[in-house]
């Protein structure tokens, strides 16, 4: 697995890795249930963020994963050909691609 982090709030811990997989603890980490293959790619999972209650973001190498729900359904969306890099500090996404830098507010309590 390449990434483990404990869900705010919860006794779940939840890893991403290769093949597009998560695993989900929700008893902190008795037992596992994997799920391979999220949003329908084979990419390896770099790292994964909890951004509130129901959001989560798994930044891959060629796309993002995201779920809305918990994690109970996911989306993948293709990055651009120019993107270089994904950071996600508290509620705020930075993309860096080639010759620009985004910033995604991804706080959606306004």
């Given at each position: 697995m390449n990434a483990a982090e404990k869900r705010p709030d919860?006794?779940?811990y939840w890893v991403v890795g290769e093949n597009s997989t998560i695993g989900v603890s929700k008893d902190e980490g008795?037992?596992?249930e994997f799920q391979p293959n999220v949003g329908g790619s084979a990419e390896a999972f770099q790292d994964i963020h909890f951004m509130g209650k129901d959001?989560?973001?798994i930044p891959g190498t060629l796309q993002v994963t995201i779920s809305e729900d918990?994690?109970?359904t996911w989306e993948s969306q293709d990055l651009p050909p120019t993107f270089l890099a994904?950071?996600?500090f508290d509620s705020l996404m930075i993309l860096t691609a080639i010759g620009a830098i985004a910033i995604v507010?991804?706080?959606t309590s306004n």
């Open positions: 919860t006794d779940e008795a037992t596992w959001i989560i973001q918990g994690g109970a994904m950071e996600t507010d991804l706080d």
